[in-house]
């Protein structure tokens, strides 16, 4: 099946810009991506300083999606879209960086959906969503989107 953005806008009932291309499909892929403010990562990549908590309790992701990240001041939303039963999140982690948002694992392709930035597809497997930081002089500071 062919995901575009306007197949997720329809089945989440979130909208995105105008100047989105709403019949674009959107390409899956099983590496890191960014979308704003956060980044999505395999946990293979991180697993030596990220992890799930021991008993973490997971909650299935809906086919409306769940929010992960709302932009600062109370912006645009992050939103993970998954078919029934394919995909379970957590906030329950341990990241000695402190960007940890949560983890996900998925059975099959899962999507982000983002009203400025479209959308982007996680193949399969399981991934760390992360808060973005970036360097200013001396100073680190988190993205804001």
């Given at each position: 099946?062919?995901?575009t953005l306007a197949s997720?806008?329809?089945?989440?009932?979130?909208?995105?810009?105008d100047?989105?291309?709403?019949?674009v499909?959107?390409p899956?892929?099983?590496?890191?991506q960014?979308?704003?403010?956060?980044?999505?990562?395999p946990?293979?990549?991180?697993?030596?300083?990220v992890?799930?908590?021991?008993?973490?309790?997971?909650?299935p992701?809906?086919?409306?999606?769940i929010?992960?990240?709302?932009?600062a001041?109370g912006g645009n939303p992050h939103t993970?879209v998954a078919?029934?039963?394919?995909?379970?999140?957590?906030?329950?982690?341990?990241?000695s960086?402190?960007?940890a948002?949560?983890?996900?694992?998925?059975?099959a392709?899962v999507y982000l959906?983002?009203?400025?930035?479209?959308?982007?597809?996680?193949?399969?497997g399981?991934y760390v969503v992360r808060?973005?930081?970036?360097?200013?002089?001396?100073r680190?500071?988190?993205v804001?989107d």
């Amino acid at each position: 099946m062919t995901v575009t953005l306007a197949s997720l806008t329809r089945q989440t009932g979130l909208s995105v810009l105008d100047h989105l291309e709403q019949s674009v499909r959107i390409p899956v892929i099983d590496g890191l991506q960014a979308q704003g403010d956060l980044i999505v990562i395999p946990l293979s990549v991180v697993a030596a300083s990220v992890s799930p908590w021991p008993g973490a309790r997971w909650e299935p992701v809906p086919p409306e999606g769940i929010e992960l990240l709302r932009g600062a001041a109370g912006g645009n939303p992050h939103t993970l879209v998954a078919e029934p039963g394919t995909c379970r999140w957590t906030r329950r982690v341990s990241d000695s960086s402190g960007l940890a948002i949560g983890v996900f694992t998925a059975t099959a392709p899962v999507y982000l959906l983002h009203p400025e930035h479209g959308g982007s597809g996680c193949a399969a497997g399981t991934y760390v969503v992360r808060r973005q930081r970036e360097q200013e002089g001396r100073r680190a500071r988190l993205v804001a989107d």
